[in-house]
């Protein structure tokens, strides 16, 4: 078996074709790629790879493990395939998920800095929504009339926002202590990850159009009822400058010595859940092959990477991955997570139907899905074979991937599967199928998600969602695309409920403009943009050992 250690940055850098002057270096194994390095001439073929997930369980489905294993198993293969994630958010590292950069021998490097501080983009992030937070209340504070639209405290609908699971701030007042404090008012915190400002880094294309993106922003209401922006609160220029750094990929590697660039960090159940336009731009510019991931589930970021963010770029993927694992499906057909790891043929092939939704909503988009299936040591050759035989009847192929265990090495199936598919496609690229058109009214692109992707009868809007619509189309956005906020444990909106519900009401109880992002997010269940940690949070098994190295963030610690 072939041995690997990393490289020096600068030599992932060289082998991309990108110059000392492109990069600026953060320690020895990450740097920053600057922005004058992006839009030149494409070195490579640029063949976009979607790889998304069937709903996620406490099973776990390994989709960032496999993502690397794949790109390390192309490479292996003698091919130019560069990663394109995004950034761990410290508020899962700390709380269920654990650490954010892949697991075991399919991880990337260096991986406690990545999972930690890495080079500071979501700190920078939390600071410019905290500074439109601070220059907002300021000019409530001074009855400052920004022209023509004073700022009613009563009508605010921009909150604060720390990269942590802090269940305890999500409702909060603020401003008590005195008129020279300032003017009590209910507030919320968001995690950084939910902020509109991660999703406006993610999809700005250069320092301008980040500017522009600011401005947008909708703060609140005036006394008359007229919309407050960014811009008019005079925060666009300073964010800018704040995140003046944060909006440059980083580089780091796999591993095996592959390149990968990992950048920003929406999560996919309550935001569009890819990593930045920039970052995805890179890895078309620079590989034959870019492989990059949607949070969460096919439904979630799988759909908001689609309908969104290719929108935006005005791209398409040539293929797309569907990883999945046997205790998983074992577990949407009703398996209890203590015994998922058995093998239960019944149980499997019940769970079967969940994979099958999926696969039907790849072929809504026009897209070839390859089953991914992350192996694990109980798996029985009789429970792939059930598999194989359920995707073929929606022409996906199926292909084992053991890159936790054995790296680029155990992913060299799944990674000449996903090459003989998406070279397939050289002679006659897939175009962009949309779930909905722009000019839909914004209920119903709403219904069209929800009865096409997630497989419901309908959908229900509470009196404030009606609300929040009619305001957001008497505004002018009427036409965004829509970011459902959803939870990833069903296809349903309510987290019990796993396999492939039927029949069911999806309820949006509140929608939100994020109008500096461009999209709309209607809140449904008891979705929360800000999570709470669990009664035993991954925080406490970490700890700094004597030697400088950091047990407890990656998977296999």
Known sequence: MAKFAPRTIQAVAQELGLADEDIELYGRGKAKIELA???????????????????????????????????????????????????????PVFGVKGGGTGGGKASLVPADDINLHFTGDIHAITTAHNLLSALMDNAIYFRDRMGESELDP??????????????????????????????????????????????????????????????????????????????????????????RDALKPNLVQTAEGGPAIVHCGPFGNIAHGCN????????????????????????????KFLNIKCRTMGVWPRAVVLVATLRALKMHGGAPVKSAGEPDLGKLEKGLAHLEKHLENAAVYGLTPVVAINVFPNDTPEELALVREAA????????????????GEGALDLAQTVIDVVDATDAN??????????????????????KTIYGARDVAFTPTAEKDLKRAKDLGYGALPICMAKTQLSLSDDPTVP????????????????????????????????????KVPAARGVKLLANGKIKGLMQND
């Not at 995805?280 to 759909?303: C, K, N, R, S, V």
């Not at 690229?429 to 929800?450: F, T």
């Open 392 to 407: 073929a009847k929606f022409g996906a192929r199926v292909a084992p991937c053991e890159g936790f265990a054995r790296g």
């Open 429 to 450: 690229p897939p175009v962009a199928k949309y779930v909905y058109e722009l000019v839909d009214a914004p209920e119903e692109k709403i219904r069209k998600l929800a």
């Open 276 to 303: 930045s336009v920039l970052a995805t731009q890179l890895a078309m510019q620079l590989g034959d092959y870019a492989i990059t991931e949607g949070g969460f589930g096919f439904d979630l970021g799988g759909e």
């Open 37 to 91: 390095a992006i839009g030149r001439p494409p070195t490579g073929k640029g063949r976009l790879i979607l790889v998304t997930a069937i709903n996620p369980t406490p099973a776990g489905e390994g989709k960032t493990t496999t993502s690397i294993g794949l790109a390390m198993g192309m490479r292996r293969l003698g091919k130019n395939a560069v990663l394109a994630l995004r950034e761990p958010s410290l508020g």
């Open 499 to 534: 396999g492939r519900p039927r029949d069911f009401l999806v309820t949006v109880r509140e929608v939100r403009l994020s109008a500096g992002a461009g999209f709309l997010v209607p809140l449904t269940g008891e979705m929360m943009t800000m999570p709470g940690l669990p």
């Open 154 to 243: 009563r009508q605010i609908t921009w909150g604060r926002a720390l990269d942590m699971n802090d269940r305890f701030l999500r409702n909060v007042i603020v401003g008590l202590g005195g008129k020279s404090h300032g003017t009590p008012r209910e507030e919320r915190f968001d995690i950084t990850a939910a902020s509109e400002i991660m999703a406006v880094l993610a999809l700005s294309k250069d320092y301008a159009d980040l500017e522009e993106r600011l401005s947008r922003i909708v703060v609140g209401s005036s006394y008359d009822g007229k919309a407050v922006t960014a811009g008019q609160v005079g925060a666009a220029s300073a964010m800018t400058a704040v995140l």
